[in-house]
């Protein structure tokens, strides 16, 4: 469909395909479709884009299914520290925070950043700080502690494998996706009736990482990108390389500059500049016509989206 009056996508993860029973998918399926369903809320009201993509990364990280929020996993000390960044197309617009411990919506104070702040990226205890200031809701750390992801903690301990992302060595999967090989953020894009582009997303970021280490999602341009005049992005996968290959803004670039499809362009970041220096995972996207992008290099993604007119779909591999 060309051109639709508005569009939303959603992710969850990417990584590898672990077939599972039709019960242990149906709960993604449905948390996926309630997150897209509460962005095209906001966009089937006349909402913005922006408003459309913090609704649906806040239902996500509400969901303890995704490594956002109250899902988050573990670091190496047993702590959280989330990461989220939002931007707006209109106007450029970004904000994203680091290392946020008692933050029950991550993205929410992103875009209190981007709103009031007058930065772009604010860290840990000054993050928290502009985040009393600014009424944003905090939780005590109980909320975040998902007894399963406390188990891929002491799994990975056990093992001596070091960081692992979003999951870790999962013998029997729980989940459709692979645990040991899942790359763990939430994101959102969207564009709305006026022809606005945003996107937001939101991570906790790796199991057992090393305290104080910042992936992609924060970085503007690397896990989150939005422009008017070409595309909004929203990446997940090994944060590392998407920041090294700036891939969200490499997508973007390859719309501006030389005048590549949205799905040409997807293609050639995910195929070939990622997986060239290594990086796997994916990324969702809608460019300014409307049309919708969901690639990933891995053997699945947890995704869904939306146009104006049609039902919501949801899809795993």
Same mark, same amino acid.
């Given at each position: 469909?060309?051109?639709?009056?508005?569009? *939303?996508?959603?992710?969850?993860?990417?990584?590898?395909?672990?077939?599972?029973?039709?019960?242990?998918?149906?709960?993604?399926?449905?948390?996926?479709?309630?997150?897209?369903?509460?962005?095209?809320?906001?966009?089937?009201?006349?909402?913005?884009?922006?408003?459309?993509?913090?609704?649906?990364?806040?239902?996500?990280?509400?969901?303890?299914?995704?490594?956002?929020?109250?899902?988050?996993?573990? %670091?190496?000390?047993?702590?959280?520290?989330?990461?989220?960044?939002?931007?707006?197309?209109?106007? *450029?617009?970004?904000?994203?925070? %680091?290392?946020?411990?008692?933050?029950?919506?991550?993205? *929410?104070?992103?875009?209190?950043?981007?709103?009031?702040?007058?930065?772009?990226?604010?860290?840990?205890?000054?993050?928290?700080?502009?985040?009393?200031?600014?009424?944003?809701? %905090?939780?005590?750390?109980?909320?975040?502690?998902?007894?399963?992801?406390?188990?891929?903690?002491?799994?990975?301990?056990?093992?001596?494998?070091?960081?692992?992302?979003?999951?870790?060595?999962?013998?029997?999967?729980?989940?459709?996706?692979?645990?040991?090989?899942?790359?763990?953020?939430?994101?959102?894009?969207?564009?709305?009736?006026?022809?606005?582009?945003?996107?937001?997303?939101?991570?906790?970021?790796?199991?057992?990482?090393?305290?104080?280490?910042?992936?992609?999602?924060?970085?503007?341009?690397?896990?989150?990108?939005?422009?008017?005049? %070409?595309?909004?992005?929203?990446?997940?996968?090994?944060?590392?390389?998407?920041?090294?290959?700036?891939?969200?803004?490499?997508?973007?670039?390859?719309?501006?500059?030389?005048?590549?499809?949205?799905?040409?362009?997807?293609?050639?970041?995910?195929?070939?500049?990622?997986?060239?220096?290594?990086?796997?995972?994916?990324?969702?996207?809608?460019?300014?016509?409307?049309?919708?992008?969901?690639?990933?290099?891995?053997?699945?993604?947890?995704?869904?989206?939306?146009?104006?007119?049609?039902?919501?779909?949801?899809?795993?591999?």
């Amino acid at each position: 469909m060309t051109n639709p009056r508005y569009a *939303l996508a959603i992710h969850g993860g990417a990584g590898t395909i672990a077939h599972s029973a039709p019960e242990i998918e149906a709960p993604y399926h449905a948390a996926l479709k309630e997150a897209a369903a509460a962005g095209e809320a906001v966009l089937a009201a006349g909402g913005t884009a922006l408003e459309a993509v913090t609704a649906a990364v806040v239902a996500l990280e509400d969901c303890p299914l995704f490594n956002a929020g109250r899902g988050s996993v573990y %670091t190496s000390d047993a702590t959280h520290e989330m990461d989220a960044s939002v931007m707006d197309g209109r106007d *450029l617009r970004a904000g994203a925070v %680091t290392c946020v411990r008692t933050i029950r919506n991550p993205v *929410l104070l992103a875009r209190a950043v981007m709103e009031w702040s007058g930065h772009v990226l604010l860290t840990s205890d000054g993050a928290e700080r502009f985040a009393r200031e600014c009424g944003i809701e %905090t939780a005590p750390s109980e909320y975040f502690a998902v007894a399963s992801r406390l188990e891929q903690l002491r799994r990975a301990r056990a093992e001596a494998e070091g960081a692992k992302l979003d999951h870790d060595l999962a013998a029997a999967p729980a989940e459709p996706l692979d645990p040991d090989r899942k790359f763990g953020t939430v994101g959102a894009v969207a564009r709305d009736r006026q022809g606005n582009l945003a996107s937001a997303v939101s991570t906790g970021g790796m199991t057992n990482k090393r305290p104080g280490r910042v992936g992609d999602t924060p970085v503007i341009g690397a896990g989150c990108y939005a422009d008017n005049r %070409t595309v909004a992005v929203a990446a997940t996968g090994t944060g590392e390389y998407f920041m090294r290959s700036v891939a969200a803004y490499d997508l973007a670039a390859r719309i501006d500059y030389a005048n590549a499809s949205l799905e040409e362009a997807a293609r050639q970041t995910v195929f070939e500049r990622l997986a060239a220096i290594g990086g796997r995972g994916g990324l969702i996207a809608v460019d300014r016509d409307g049309n919708i992008a969901l690639l990933f290099n891995t053997t699945g993604m947890y995704r869904a989206w939306v146009r104006e007119g049609e039902p919501i779909t949801a899809a795993i591999f």
